[in-house]
């Protein structure tokens, strides 16, 4: 094929896809145009509701839900459910956490190492905490 050949193909094809697109964009705007007009035709129906029940209660089952489109009731679970504590994080001697093996570690949160003693400590009131040498005290 000859460039001259390629380009009128390609023009073609060029002038078919902007015409569906120029086709689509109208289809787009009628339909957002027929939207916003149900839109305020809906608007206005509450409106006229949310004034006329309250005078006349014989019109109360208009605001009620009907059943058919409520959500059913989800089902409670018995006040003695709890959900099970979460395992103990397990360590190794060095002090780092065990990983599955997918290299994801059973500690929380990504921990890959144990706390230092000294962070894990409650305060003391006012005593110094032991001096801590490569990671014990001494």
Not at 27 to 33: P, S
Not at 49 to 56: E, H, Q, W
């Given at each position: 094929?000859?460039?001259?050949?390629?380009?009128?193909?390609l023009?073609?094809?060029?002038?078919?896809?902007?015409?569906?697109?120029?086709e689509?964009?109208?289809?787009?705007?009628?339909?957002?145009?027929?939207?916003?007009?149900?839109?305020?035709?809906?608007?206005?129906?509450?409106d006229?509701?949310?004034?006329?029940?309250?005078?006349?209660?014989s019109?109360?089952?208009?605001?009620?839900?009907?059943?058919?489109?409520?959500?059913p009731?989800?089902?409670?679970?018995?006040?003695?459910?709890?959900?099970?504590?979460p395992?103990?994080?397990?360590?190794h001697?060095?002090?780092?956490?065990?990983?599955?093996?997918n290299?994801?570690?059973?500690?929380?949160?990504?921990?890959?190492?144990?706390?230092?003693?000294?962070?894990?400590a409650?305060?003391?009131d006012?005593?110094?905490?032991?001096p801590?040498?490569?990671?014990?005290?001494?």
């Amino acid at each position: 094929m000859r460039y001259k050949e390629k380009f009128q193909a390609l023009r073609e094809r060029f002038d078919q896809v902007s015409a569906l697109h120029n086709e689509y964009e109208r289809d787009l705007e009628l339909a957002n145009a027929r939207m916003r007009k149900l839109q305020a035709e809906n608007d206005l129906l509450l409106d006229a509701i949310s004034i006329t029940v309250p005078a006349t209660p014989s019109l109360m089952h208009l605001i009620r839900p009907s059943p058919t489109t409520t959500a059913p009731p989800s089902i409670p679970l018995p006040s003695s459910y709890t959900h099970p504590p979460p395992p103990p994080p397990h360590y190794h001697a060095n002090g780092h956490v065990h990983e599955h093996s997918n290299g994801h570690s059973y500690g929380h949160a990504g921990a890959r190492y144990r706390e230092r003693e000294q962070d894990r400590a409650e305060p003391n009131d006012g005593v110094a905490p032991e001096p801590v040498v490569n990671g014990r005290a001494s």
